[in-house]
């Protein structure tokens, strides 16, 4: 195989029984994608075996998690190894054992688009393109990290510490958590103020 034959075959369009779609309770449809199990079988037979995926971190946050992953391949023609990364975020679902294999999947799915059309490069890149450079993310990872120092606070004097540096959109909050231990006060009968 050389170059153009390799460039030919990434470029297809996946077939359209490798196509699943997520849609939402009502029957709306979310977006397209290729299953894992696909993709997996797919690679196995364009790179003949000399692929490896791999995830390179995961993390749980507030709204759920979020990983990275890397996919080598072997580029048919000259033996080349090439790797694509892929990011993926999750919200958090009621077993959390059950997300990672999820994330995981998710991971893989947004490295192998970005080898071409045939691994589903193509599916939902309107809705992708729609995205407005402006849009601001739902989760704000600076903020969660705050919050985590200001909820993992012990007492006044240690939630104190951070005052000066908070964000102003935690002020609220920070004061919850300040109030958080007023309550403790007063629920086991002492009568000292915290503040």
Known sequence: MDNQEYIAL???EPTPDM???KRDKD???LYK???KSILQ???LNLYQGCSKWEMLRESVIKGGMWGTGILHVKLPFNGEWVYYTGTAS?????KLRLGFPSLEAHCMINACKKIGPYFGQNLNIDEEDAILDDEVPETNIEHERWEKLIDDCNSPEELAVYKPQI????TKFYMDKLKSFTKNVKSNGLLQNTH
């Not at 964000?167 to 935690?170: A, D, F, G, I, V």
């Open 10 to 12: 990434i470029s297809r």
């Open 19 to 21: 196509i699943s779609e």
């Open 27 to 29: 029957g709306n449809l």
């Open 33 to 35: 994608y290729i299953k």
């Open 41 to 43: 079988r797919e690679l």
């Open 90 to 94: 999750l919200p958090h679902e009621k």
């Open 167 to 170: 964000p102003k959109e935690l």
